[in-house]
């Protein structure tokens, strides 16, 4: 075996047709999870801490009380606060599934998030416990910008409650592409400069002026094509940001817990955590707040997570929807770097309102914009509003069960 040959026989850090039909033989298998969740239980401070990380204080989430005289009855989590659960529901795996899932059959390729979508059935309510399973769903080979070939895998979360009863679908593809890519990523240059009084201000008269809809129904019938949602600011992006988002959400990656835990996952999977600059054995995230680190990768400063934006977008819906209307989908594209120092204008507008098998839609276009006027994640998302006539009736899932909704995943992306 060659210094370019992972165990498998694969090369190294190289696209190859082997490594795609590996990763192939992986579809519609249950993986089993490599962590515990953040939470096990939808808690009141949980769902807080959450919710504050992203700098949303909305009382459906952080107040008991208030959420109680609500429709739902008690406090709901928000709907991406599922990142933070999730008990592994996938069948205690034998030899063989142990062997497929042994390796990445991309090691050595950079990887990053390209698309997130999720559908929403219900809530998650305050006492729920959650499972999840994952599987992959689809693997294609796609032509690279910078020039070669990348593998586009997407990967299902599907969420069942406590009771059985499915309550959503995350749905993320990731590119893996040869790390020249990266190097070419590396000649870009990123220049910041230092905000103004009169900038700061603009960001803290939006962050004064937001609303919400809250008790006050949105009906379906009021909204018209065109209208603008109120926009959202986020940042500019700290460290300390990162950090207090960290604290709701968990460390997803690499398993919580710090010295003596760290050190026993990291004899376990020491690639989680290559050595600093002191030659310290540090988590691979660090990316996302180590400058060093963030450069040795081809990145001119650390950047967020795919995550935030798509709960920054979330923030922007469930405001303007309110506690009567029903986040139903979400569909994100990560396109841009928002590094640290970058401020985010999180907007939406509404394309179009439908009637479809006696749901109200509402059909937006969302999108987060940096300082600098680039789109960093556009997107798109349907709520159902209710009528005068008529409250929200939540949506059914394709499938009723996790098994269920496996197949029919697979029926549409693995090709």
Known sequence: MTSTENKSGEQFGVLTDEAVERSRRRLGIPKPQRNPPHNYEVTWDGVRHFAFGYG??????????????????????????????????????????????????????????AVMEYEWWQPLRLGDRCRVLQAQVGVQLKPSSFGGRTAHVTQDYLYANGRGEMHALRRGTWINAERHTSKKRAKETLVQEPYTPEQLAEFDAAYAAETRRGGEPRYWEDVEIGEVLQPKVKGPLTTTDVVVWHL??????????????????????????????MNIPDTVQRLHWEPERARELGLPNPYDYGGMRETWLVHLLTDWVGDHGWLWKLRCEHRKFNYLGDATWVRGTVADKRKVDGRNEIHLEVRCENQRGEVTTPGTAVVLLPTRERAVDLPAPPAPDLDGMVAHELAQFSV
Request: aromatic share 12%.
């Open 56 to 113: 949303d204080d909305n009382p459906l989430y952080c107040d008991p009380e208030y959420a109680a005289s609500t429709r739902w009855g008690s406090l709901i989590a928000p709907p991406t606060f599922l990142y933070t659960m999730g008990e592994d529901a996938a069948p205690a795996p034998d030899a063989q599934t142990k062997a497929l899932f042994k390796g990445d059959p991309f090691a050595g390729l950079g990887s990053y998030q």
């Open 248 to 277: 709701g959400w968990g460390m997803q990656l690499t398993p919580p817990g710090a010295f003596k835990i760290a050190a026993s996952i990291r004899r376990k999977a020491p690639g989680l955590y290559p050595p600093n600059p």
